[in-house]
């Protein structure tokens, strides 16, 4: 626990102008990011008697080691640095809003060449017109089905889209008349994006225009006698109309606007915002947070409005916005909306009429969400907190393992060995922080030996990371024998710590407790390890399978945790989330070592020419057959890499000819192309937190 008036800087320093602050802890990460209409004022009111300050604040600044500010000209311009620095640092101690589920959306791809409708989820793409959110997809998938009839886009994939294309023959839709079939070129590209703007303008709100063009069209067709196209026009009709139904008018005049409602306690608040667009309620989301600082009703929805139209622009941000309180000052958060939507945002609190019974129901919708969070929530909270403290107690640590990092070794009969490496982050996944080894130091089966080699890089990493930042206590280096800081550090003026842009290190910050999979020998490696690189404010235990047996270094006997253990429990969930993580990789690259070829192994032989290659030849086999000048007749092959290709297949054994099990018969198989020749390399499966596991992969 840090004193703030160690790193307090002195009043004459601090400007009193806007600007933007962020304190930092012992590992130079930064933990909270704020801003002030007053520098000088608002770092004042963190530096007084702890005992005055608010709980949460005053575990902040005990937390923090170190403030940094960053002046600005005017408040707005404070506000967009904080929304930034925010969004770029995550710091644990600002208000961080967590939607209660995964919202779909309608969206249109605008930025294809034939515009697709879909439902999508997640982070919104660039060119893509979103339409909600919605509470479940099926909603979605309803009311695209009704507006297919008068808007017929395309709704496949690509892959359907170009097998289409390729056959000359459009999907079912197609053929129903809920696709205009682009792919058949039954319309052309600019026939079918009219269609999707004419869709997008209806889904917005503008409805009216539509259906009276449909009822002029079908008066025409009767009058003309053409009562089959008049039917037709009729069903779509009534097909607009529905979809029109399935979202009750709130609002009188065609209002476009965001209802915003906020339910809060001691400890925690939920927003609930409400999307009216021509109108009708077109979406709903609700957004959960910790109260992690001291914050106020105007506070919570000042937040919640960065979050919600921080990366929105034009028509995303309604022309009013309706709030439960007031950010203070108010001005410059309404300038910087008026800035996202490029005209003025009216932002105010309703005080009469159906705008205020509507907000009514928006504040009853967040009450529940809150009540319904909190339910699920409070026995996750409980079961947590005794699980690290019944850890702490069984493994007689200083205290509660806040974080918690387990490794797993994998391997097939001693090929592919590889580690893996989970984090527990106050009993929850961290996998942000997941990272993936290769065993280098040597080949074969030796987990004891592998579990060495992966602590020891990791913890490597670790001081080469504390090194740079300058965390040293005792003024030397255990593991290489450095008694300062590296000189070329770049430091702050006047401060031990070098410059740092706070973004998290991949091997920055050490666990309080490091798990092996395995029992004692795997412990006794990864103490030894340890030991090497002279560290030893680290707990380590093992958990072997077979009985659950809690292993720690040194120990002749196991530490046997209760079967209905919290502790046991949150074991078992960390080791077998490191073995899944290992398996998951490991599989990956059996799999792509068993799609590899003989042409993998040529020198400077990339993708693209490997498939001309099988492409122009039709198989390995008879590329292997054919002579120096008949491979430099493939395009981009120079006379050069066919020698290279001609020598490397040569010495490459071929592979075995397929027997029919059946008869015994030799199978001759011309398309002998190895699976690696002809497709890209082996994706690995896409599990949660996928993306993070691939960039955390250590080669």
Known sequence: MADPSSYRPKPGQIPDSPGVYKFRDEHRRVIYVGKAKSLRQRLASYFQDLANLHPRTRTMVTTATSVEWTVVSTEVEALQLEYSWIKEYDPRFNVKYRDD?????????????????QVMRGHKKKGVRYFGPYGHAWAIRDTVDLLLRVFPVRTCSAGVFKNASRTGRPCLLGYIGKCSAPCVGRVSPEEHRGLAEEFCDFMAGRTGTYIRRQEQQMTQAAEEMEYERAARLRDD????????EKSAVVLADATDADLMAVAEDELEAAVQIFHVRGGRVRGQRGWVTDKVEAVTTGDLVEHALQQLYGEETGDSVPREVLVPALPEPVEPVQEWLTARRGSNVSLRIPQRGDK?????????????????????????????????????????????????????????QGDDVVASMVVFEDGLQRKSEYRRFQIKGFAGQDDVRSMHEVI????????????????????????SGASEPSADANLLPGSAFPEDDGRPKRFAYPPQLVVVDGGRPQVAAAQRALDELGIDDIAVCGLAKRLEEVWLPGEDDPVVLPRSSEGLYLLQRVRDEAHRFAITYQRA?????????????????????????????????????????????????????????????????????????ATGEIMEDDEDAVPGTTAGPAEEPVTAGASDERRGQET
């Open 237 to 244: 009709i009534d097909a607009l109309k529905k979809a029109m």
């Open 101 to 117: 589920k995964s919202y779909p959306y309608l969206a249109v791809t605008m930025n294809e060449e034939f515009p697709r409708v």
């Open 356 to 412: 205020k019974a509507l907000m009514e129901t928006v504040q009853r919708n967040a009450l529940q969400a809150l009540a319904l969070h909190k339910t699920r929530r409070a026995s996750d909270l409980t079961t947590r907190s005794r699980a690290l403290e019944e850890i702490a107690e069984a493994l007689d640590l200083d205290g509660a393992p806040l974080r918690i990092e387990c490794y797993d070794i994998s391997h097939l």
């Open 589 to 661: 690259k059996r799999a792509k070592r068993f799609r590899s070829g003989p042409l993998d192994d040529v020198p400077g032989l990339g993708e693209s020419r490997k498939q001309a290659l099988i492409k122009h030849f039709g198989s390995v086999k008879r590329l292997r057959s054919a002579t120096i000048d008949q491979i430099c007749e493939v395009p981009g092959v120079g006379r050069k890499t066919a020698e290279t290709i001609a020598v490397a297949l040569a010495q490459a054994a071929p592979a075995a000819p397929a027997v029919n099990t």
């Open 456 to 479: 020891t890089r990791r913890f490597k990493r670790y001081l080469v990371e504390k090194e740079k930042t300058g965390e040293w206590t005792d003024g030397q280096d255990a593991a």
